[in-house]
């Protein structure tokens, strides 16, 4: 603290409670601004509010959020009451607000543990800072491509970021191999997960023709161009992949899931780490939520915590912050799913069409810089599957570019008179509701905020940043 | 009445597929099945080296920088004469982003490394520090239909037009081929490249019939071409190009 002035600290702690304060006196939940506040009196803020944390990173495209409530909760069973980014603020400026606001006045951390969401290409800057002793990257697909550009540049962008910490630990998504090429470009210890050859993967009904034909983002190896051969997928680029040309294949993960029992709200699995079998409940149902679960439990491995904990507390998941939220409004039962690029979107549409009961859909699509001013990417989403879906009795668009979405289900044969598009969220709630089915809501992340807030007010719910517990207690 | 069809070629599907782009084919396919024309629609993969003389039109998508010099190898194993001679035999190209860049000679990155590429039609392109992303709007030449088409550009590389070639419209709003001299896309003969994402035809079904309308008269003379309700393209086309004329569109 010598060189560093703790007038400067004191400022910066100072502005960002103040910000804080003045939004909630507004009512908003400004979850960025503090931390730009508190980032002008001191640009290394971070650095002094994390010193001697215990902290995890969580970063990859699809599943930060859920991953860090999941770890969140086996901290809780722990015992241990960890600071988080729960509202899913992500940016440097985000985290150091988070950080900043947990801090005495003169700089020092008042928790132990930290679990931290962090952006791909804010990696870089805050992990020199906070030193994180394990690094989770979830997986890498197309995402808010006009920001990064192109895949390869964000995958760089994770690179960098790792080698600047090269004590933390790195866990990595043995089945992506994008995610996997990390492994052997930095000095870090690295620990893999995954999803083996499973009874799912087997039955997986795309054949390998129509996993073909899909858009992939990653069809070519990373090392060598020629195309891989895969053993199996578990969904898009994800699964056993090798190249036939050099020596790059999926290696055997530390964790592997070998089996998958699931229903539409719970999965059973069975997951092998190192030499012993354990069996796992995870409280939510889908494939992606299985991966979330397993990242969760090898960061939680590798930060050398209880096993346990974790496996207990994965039983009574339940939904993070929009991901995947329920609520009740009009007597309907509503779930909200956030969607933010095609991988996601269409495991979140496979869902959806093997509910076998009726249902009503809303696609909210914005094109605000947090979601990405580029929305081209819902032609690369089989929106068909709900289209053709007989259970599907009506579709929603809502959202800045609920234009443009309207078109995409146009030529996938949609019947005009399914459809119907109200730009009014308050509009939209009425409507959404109004034929007594339940409902799902698949915004994407600025359309999820501010349909949050209405749902929140007109079921009485509390804002997320005046409940940090809310998963929690909620459920 | 016999029927129509159109034989659609999707050149390199498997790799040039980011940006939605494959939402052209299915606005293709549609829009001719709306009109009784039967569509077939065949991909030409890697590798895959069949006769490319039976079909009437090309499309070619966007792709990653990485997975383009995958692909150049495989142009030049015959493939890239193929599509060479099925551009002066006037078939219809529609080439986006990357796939436009690979009709020209070249792409030359900052550090001066070239790639060449297919030549088709007389223009290179530079890459540049910058990527010029955003919503954006230009209206074609009389020749290429003259109609305003709205989309999405996302690409680092300038292009440079040279002798011989148009450039398919001029900007409204946005970069275009290199965000200095106001052109956007190339038309030669009828090949149509352009850096429209958005993907290009759903949201501009005038430009979408444009080039039906040049296959259809190609192959058999002359073709009267059926109007269709276009209100939900046409209201998201209008209701963009009103955002873009008010300043309210996104750009970085
Ligand atoms: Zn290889």
Redesign the pocket.
Known sequence: MSEHSIFKTFLAIGACRLTRGLLRLFHRGGTTLPGRSALTFDKKILEVVSQGMHIIVVTGTNGKTTTCSMLRNAFQESGIDPLSNISGANLLSGITAEFASQATLSGKPKKSYAIVECDEGALKQVAPLIKPEVIVVTNLFRDQLDRYGEIMHTLNEIRTGISLVPEAVLCLNSDCSLTASLASDVSNPVYFFGIGKTTVAENNTDTAEEQDSSPSDAKY?I??G?EYDYSYHTYAHLGGFS?P??D?KRKRPELEVTSIESTSRRSDIIIRIADTQVRVHVGLPALYNIYNAIAALAAFESAGLDRQKMITSLASVKSSFGRMEGFIYNNVDIQMILVKNPAGCNQTLDYLSSLNEEYVAVLCLNDKTADGHDISWIWDVDHEKIIEDPFCKKIYVSGTRARDMKIRLKYGNAKEENIRMIRSNEKLLSAMTEDKLPVYILPNYTAMLKLRTILSSATGRNEFWKDQKYVNKKH | MSTKSIKICHIYPEALNLYGDRGNILCLKKRLEWRGIDCYVSEVKIGDNSDLSEYDFFFIGGGQDFEQEVLLSDLKSGKGRSIKSAVEDGKTFLCICGGYQMMGHYYETKDGNRMEFLGVANFATIGSEYRMIGDYFFKCTPESGGCEIVGFENHSGRTYLGEGVAPLGHLIYGYGNNGDDDTEGVRYKNLFGSYSHGPILPKNPEFADYLIQTTLDRKYGHVDLAPLDDSVENDAHDHMINLILKGAANKN
Do not use: K, M, S, V
């Open positions: 190896c090392r060598c020629t190249c040309n050099c790059y």
